[in-house]
């Protein structure tokens, strides 16, 4: 508390020894003396800071009678679900194909964070950040995720950085009958045709693996969503989504700007003509790659790990990996 102006100031612990030092000054001192008792308080101030939040203070005091409490120190930050059996078993990875996006990532970090957390879903952010000098892999990006996502999670989202779930009613939850997709073509603010699974969509890693992930022959901008349509039909699996939506294409907020953010859709060599087949070959089994570093950040209080990604090229398979 403040001390009253009509009442004489009271002094703690650490003010009353800083009383003490300065009755202890003459009563004219040179500029170099005041500096070097300022700094001296100061020091003194930080030390006391530092070992009541370390807790070396309260275990001196131990079998000892204080003449008044300390404050506890603040507990270490954990994860909400850590001791909360109520969060459930399953366990989400929630995989973000990623390259140059920061603005985008900004926000979606914090913002996906929180409703998984309101939702009580036990999840993990990585960031898969690509950093070779290839064009953008976004289904090669999302093997590595899950081949990176280590044995404690037991599901995936293949989540663009730029699409933000608005409706809490969105269920987030293990698909454990099938894939689900999440942004379906009712709800996405773009994209409307009935096969269409890109955007946000849940698997576990069991029907993921049956489908021998995402095909690795797509590089630059679309149509491997469409690939691994195919895919999920062809391993016998049934497609989800949502129902009892009512907020149609308001219930994700876009964040894409494509005025000045450009995607690549540039059909280079055979590339136009190889894009609609199917890839009967590729994918889990024989992406290639390296990680070149793994990173635990928090963005606004919100935890992820970006792993920085290397991917590799055959040129002699997909010549237009490259604009060269």
Known sequence: MFPSRRKPAVYGREGAGSH???ALLPQKCSVFQLFFVTLLLGFASLLWLQ???SGDVARRGRGAAA??????CPPESRAPWAEDLSWGPHRLALLIPFRERFEELLAFVPHMHHFLSRKRIRHHIFVLNQVDHYRFNRASLINVGFLESGNDTDYIAMHD???LPRNEALDYGFPEAGPFHVASPELHPLYHYKTYVGGIL??????YEMCNGMSNRFWGWGREDDEFYRRIKGAGLQLFRPSGIKTGYKTFQHLHDPTWRKRDQKRIATQK???FKVDRDGGLNNVRYQIESRTALSVAGAPCTVLNI???CDASKTP?????
Do not use: A, G, I, Y
């Open 51 to 53: 070992l009541s939040c």
């Open 202 to 207: 849940l698997l576990t890693k069991q029907h």
């Open 320 to 324: 237009w990996c490259t604009f060269s």
């Open 161 to 163: 950085v730029d699409l």
């Open 20 to 22: 003490r030092l300065l």
């Open 273 to 275: 003509q190889e894009q």
């Open 310 to 312: 290397l991917l590799d």
């Open 67 to 72: 003449p008044d409490p300390l404050k506890p």
